[in-house]
Nanobody
């Protein structure tokens, strides 16, 4: 079973930086990892997309993080990163890594699935 392991969360003051990492393991040989992304859920709010990046390098950012956050990936390491600079208190929340997979099961039947990390707490104080 695919596992996504996140690291790099913590507590910082406004204006400081953090970098989150997400490592995928246990990928079946007949499946490949497509888009990887980061979502967050702030206290009292719905989960929202922060950024995602396709296998080809296309990137989307939430308007609130443009110019401050940078998403990247290393396909040779099955790893995605989220560099977070100039952090603000409103960035506080639980950050979840996700990855989409496409491939084939027995009989050559196309299949797809999504996997999620356990979440990493990010707390930004004044």
């Amino acid at each position: 079973q695919v596992q996504l392991v996140e690291s790099g969360g913590g507590s910082v003051q406004a204006g400081e930086s953090l970098r989150l990492s997400c490592v995928a393991s246990g990928i079946r040989s007949r499946f490949s990892m497509n888009t990887m992304g980061w979502y967050r859920q702030a206290p009292g709010k719905q989960r929202e997309l922060v950024a995602d990046i396709s296998s080809g390098g296309s990137i989307n950012y939430a308007d609130s993080v443009v110019g401050r956050f940078t998403i990247s990936r290393d396909n040779t390491k099955n790893t995605a990163y989220l560099q977070m600079d100039s952090l603000k208190p409103e960035d506080t929340g639980v950050y979840y890594c996700n990855a989409d997979f496409v491939g084939y099961v027995d009989g050559g039947v196309p299949a797809a699935f999504r996997s999620w990390g356990q979440g990493a707490q990010v707390t930004v104080s004044l």
